[in-house]
T-cell receptor, first 120, second 112 residues
Framework: EVQLVESGGGLVQPGGSLRLSCAAS????????MHWVRQAPGKGPVWVSR????????FYADSVKGRFTISRDNAKNTLYLQMNNLRADDAAVYYC?????????????WGQGTPATVSS | QSALTQPPSASGSPGQSVTISCTGT?????????VSWYQQRPGKAPKLMIY???KRPSGVPDRFSGSKSGNTASLTVSGLQADDEADYYC????????????FGGGTELTVL
């Protein structure tokens, strides 16, 4: 069974850091492009970042570029999102998702989400 | 990249059909046949219901169907059931590597 389990969210002050984890089971992360998507309360999801299946390519939304870093550990089959210099508008539930399709445009597996709260 | 436009709410009685629209631009919905729809229940992760405009993943009832005309995509739920009550989000490929997927603001579907 394909499963994604996120962890690492929490309360952090503005300017602080969080490291989110997404443990995958039932498939290998190295076979798929993987994404982070966030969703603020009462809002639609917003794409944040993606990592290529071979691990060589990373992409970021302009709003997080230079502050967030996506990576993975193949041995642990775990995806990460290092979030630095957090701002109030980064507060959201963060989901990892498996990309599918010829242009990696839809997500057939999602984690349960982990919340990031940014407040002093 | 602006979010896709969805009506905030939709409703229908059990057994009826309801259609939810999703309007974008030529740069996203109108430019690619890569529109997806997700169902989200409170406190849960989104669940894929439709991909590539009109394809259903295994396990999704055929009461759910998708279509597209120009810059507007649509999700139709026929034979409404109480269990269909949820938020629905559309998404589209944008062709932009730095923002490959854009989502809609969501539609809250109520089964009366």
């Amino acid at each position: 069974e394909v499963q994604l389990v996120e962890s690492g969210g929490g309360l952090v002050q503005p300017g602080g850091s969080l490291r989110l984890s997404c443990a995958a089971s039932g498939f290998s992360l190295s076979d798929y492009w993987m994404h982070w998507v966030r969703q603020a309360p009462g809002k639609g999801p917003v794409w944040v970042s993606r990592l290529s299946s071979d691990g060589s390519l990373t992409f970021y939304a302009d709003s997080v570029k230079g502050r967030f870093t996506i990576s993975r550990d193949n041995a642990k089959n775990t995806l990460y999102l290092q979030m630095n210099n957090l701002r109030a508008d980064d507060a959201a539930v963060y989901y990892c998702a498996r990309g599918r399709g010829s242009v990696d445009s839809w997500y057939d597996a999602w984690g349960q989400g982990t919340p990031a709260t940014v407040s002093s | 990249q602006s979010a896709l436009t969805q009506p905030p709410s939709a409703s229908g009685s059990p057994g009826q059909s309801v259609t939810i629209s999703c309007t974008g631009t030529r740069s996203d919905v109108g430019g690619y046949n890569h529109v997806s729809w997700y169902q989200q229940r409170p406190g849960k992760a989104p669940k894929l219901m439709i991909y590539e405009v009109n394809k259903r993943p295994s396990g999704v009832p055929d009461r759910f169907s998708g279509s597209k005309s120009g810059n507007t995509a649509s999700l139709t739920v026929s034979g409404l059931q109480a269990d269909d009550e949820a938020d629905y989000y559309c998404s589209s490929y944008t062709g932009n590597n730095n923002f490959p997927v854009v989502f809609g603001g969501g539609t809250e579907l109520t089964v009366l």
